[in-house]
């Protein structure tokens, strides 16, 4: 049977995943010297959610950057990431509104991968205690299970979940009311690039880098555009535009295209 150009990534882009993550784990490390020119916000609270059999650790120097800029920053506290079970449902909801009750102020989530689909439909639970959402190689617009190649895993801890979702995923139908900014790869060996595409809108965009997805969390771009996000003043948040000395590292973004049948998927 012949493979369908939007289906999952290519058998290259899978099998290399960890060698490019580890890469661009050593461009994280080469870019720290320029962390002082991270954009800096006002310290809110920040919310950092894994992505598939992944725990805290996998986010470490993601939190670690944010924390060095003046945040607040959590970590899920859940152990790994194997889904909606119970456990993950309720912790993520009550860690979510213990930290804006807290603080008094929403809270930014920053979801990668499953962590993204996650932080999306807390915004939807709790808008009035999400201040943005900010996804990595976050599939939310899946249409079909063969667009990701970490189906069979998910699918191994079904019998765990307390919430089964059919695709698309019908949570997407309601557009989020808070801004969303979705971070994604065209590199992406674990997921299709097209299935991490939110709708442009008023308060909602899609921003390219060049990493793998489980180098998503450190690769230097995806932490200056993170950094740049958070770093606006609540309330006024306009689309990403990077500087000009980083503007190689930013492909342009690519816009959902109306043949395409992830485009016929209700926006969110």
């Known amino acids: 049977m012949a493979r369908r150009n939007d289906d999952g990534p290519a058998l290259p882009l899978y099998l290399s995943e960890p ?14 010297p320029l962390a002082p020119s991270l954009p800096r ?3 809110h609270p920040v919310v950092v959610l ?8 996998s986010t470490r120097a993601l939190r670690g950057v944010l924390r060095r800029l003046g945040y607040d920053v959590h970590g899920w506290g859940l ?6 079970t119970a456990a993950c449902v309720k912790g993520m909801r009550d860690l979510v509104d213990h930290v804006a009750d807290k603080h008094g102020r929403p809270v930014s989530l920053i979801g990668w991968s499953l962590g993204g689909i996650f932080a999306r439909d807390l915004a939807r639970r709790t808008p009035d205690s999400v201040r943005q959402v900010i996804t990595l190689g976050s599939p939310f ?15 191994r801890y079904s019998h765990l979940h307390v919430e089964h979702r059919s695709l698309p995923l019908e949570s997407e139908s309601v557009p989020l009311s808070v801004p969303a900014t979705s971070i994604y790869s065209h590199y992406d060996g674990i997921v299709h690039w097209q299935t991490c595409l939110d709708t442009p809108s008023a308060n909602c965009e899609n921003i390219a880098v060049m990493a793998s997805h489980l180098g998503l969390g450190h690769h230097p771009a995806a932490i200056w555009a993170v950094a740049d996000r ?10 990403f535009k990077a500087p000009l000395f980083l503007r190689p590292a930013f492909p342009k973004p690519a816009q959902p ?7 016929a998927q209700p926006a969110a």
Do not use: C, M
């Open 50 to 57: 894994p992505g598939l059999l992944a725990d805290d650790v």
């Open 141 to 155: 617009r899946l249409a079909r299970n063969s667009q990701s190649r970490a189906t069979k895993v998910f699918d």
């Open 19 to 32: 060698g490019r993550a580890v890469a661009d784990y050593g461009l994280y490390l080469a870019a720290r």
């Open 79 to 84: 152990g790994r990431n194997i889904g909606p």
């Open 41 to 43: 916000g006002d310290g």
């Open 257 to 263: 295209a109306a043949a395409s049948p992830l485009a």
């Open 230 to 239: 958070l770093a606006q003043a609540e309330g006024s948040w306009k689309p």
